[in-house]
């Protein structure tokens, strides 16, 4: 008796183009070209009315203006129609006071959530995991994250991110274990052993000749 092999999602590439999409979302429809010339977090939650998806939504929503402050839109998506987004938003604001202000996809085919790897088998086959995909302002996908059903990403971690994305395209540097803005970033290591030799005495923070920081 054959065994059916199970299907595995397909997953987006880093630094690839972002998969290109037009959906229906609880602000009318979106396309990923509507936010050309802007950095965009897409992020989806296995479904509507869940506590912990209840908390992540409330965190990104008091963060809205922080992202928006560094040129960043927020898009939401879950495979739940627009009816239960709107009830659920209503639900949020009535009980915890927290008005959502960003577009929530409805993705009832599952198209968006597919073409992103939201779909995991081994956690979920009609959910999408707890996926966060930041898209710089050429459609550029620059980073991906994923979270188990159980527990809630960190939303902090997401705009921090986005802020060192950002640092790193404007100043050619890389940034350390959880870099803020402000403090030192590294600069990129020689690739000659005469330039590897000059590290020292070019006026970095200096501990060896692969290892350099700067602040900005």
């Not at 183009?17 to 979106?30: N, S, V, Y």
């Not at 998506?77 to 659920?88: C, E, N, P, T, V």
């Not at 710089?136 to 997401?158: Q, T």
Request: glycine letters at 6%; aromatic letters at 10%; one cysteine or more.
């Amino acid at each position: 008796m054959e065994m059916q092999a199970v299907q595995q999602p397909v997953m987006p590439q880093l630094n690839r183009p972002a998969p290109d999409f037009t959906a229906k979302t609880t602000q009318g429809e979106k396309s990923l070209a509507d936010y050309k010339g802007k950095w965009l977090v897409l992020f989806a939650h296995p479904a509507d009315f869940t506590p912990v998806c209840t908390t992540e939504f409330s965190a990104f929503a008091t963060r809205a203006e922080q992202f928006k402050a560094v040129n960043t839109e927020l898009l939401g998506l879950s495979i739940d129609g627009i009816h239960a987004h709107i009830a659920w938003t209503r639900s949020i604001k009535e009980n915890f006071g927290i008005e959502i202000p960003f577009p929530i996809i409805a993705d009832l085919n599952m198209k968006v959530a597919n073409a992103y790897g939201m779909v995991q088998p081994g956690a979920s086959d009609t959910s999408a995991v707890r996926a966060t995909f930041v898209i710089d302002p050429d459609g550029i996908l620059r980073a991906m994250i994923y979270y188990p059903m159980s527990n809630g990403r960190s939303v902090d971690e997401v705009l921090r991110l986005v802020k060192a994305l950002q640092t790193s395209d404007e100043h050619g540097v890389a940034t350390p274990e959880a870099w803020q803005p402000g403090e030192p970033v590294i600069v990129p290591p020689p690739h000659t052993d005469a330039e590897a030799e000059a590290r020292k005495d070019q006026g970095y923070e200096y501990t060896d000749w692969y290892f350099s920081k700067k602040t900005l």
